[in-house]
């Protein structure tokens, strides 16, 4: 082949893309990329829990995805047994039963509301 004849992986009219300048001379990315890698790798790992997703370099990062993915299952599998027992339970029903008031007059109820607070119905009536 004579030095006229083109390739294509030689062609001399075609320039280079430019090299990229790497900003960390070890290999490890910079923060933004770093940023960048993790929202991607939360995204691909839906079934990961999001804050364990972390590391200050590109294999600390690929190396957390595990970890994050294994506390998922678990929290996921003992939400699915039922096991809350980690759980405080919640109070009881604040709402109070409104059909034991139904047969009272506007003043009967305020009384009762009154009486279950601990206030006394007498002090700060109008009228007294």
Same mark, same amino acid.
Do not use: C, W
């Given at each position: ?15 280079? %893309? ?10 490890? *990315?910079?923060?933004? +990329?770093?940023? +960048? *890698? ?8 839906? +079934?990961?829990? %999001?804050?364990?997703?972390? $590391? ?39 709402? %109070? ?16 509301? *009154?009486?279950?607070? $601990? ?10």
């Amino acid at each position: 082949m004579d030095e006229t004849t083109r390739t294509p992986n030689h062609d001399p009219d075609v320039t280079p %893309p430019p090299a990229t300048t790497d900003p960390a001379p070890s290999g490890d *990315l910079n923060p933004e +990329q770093l940023a +960048q *890698l993790r929202d991607t790798l939360i995204a691909a790992h839906p +079934q990961a829990v %999001p804050e364990l997703i972390a $590391g200050d370099s590109f294999a600390a990062l690929l190396a957390s995805v595990g970890p994050a993915r294994a506390a998922y299952a678990r929290i996921s599998e003992a939400a699915t047994r039922g096991d809350t027992s980690g759980i405080p339970r919640g109070g009881s029903v604040r709402a %109070p039963d409104t059909t034991r008031y139904d047969g009272l007059s506007p003043e009967g109820k305020i009384a009762v509301g *009154l009486a279950t607070s $601990g206030r006394s119905g007498a002090s700060g009536r109008v009228g007294e």
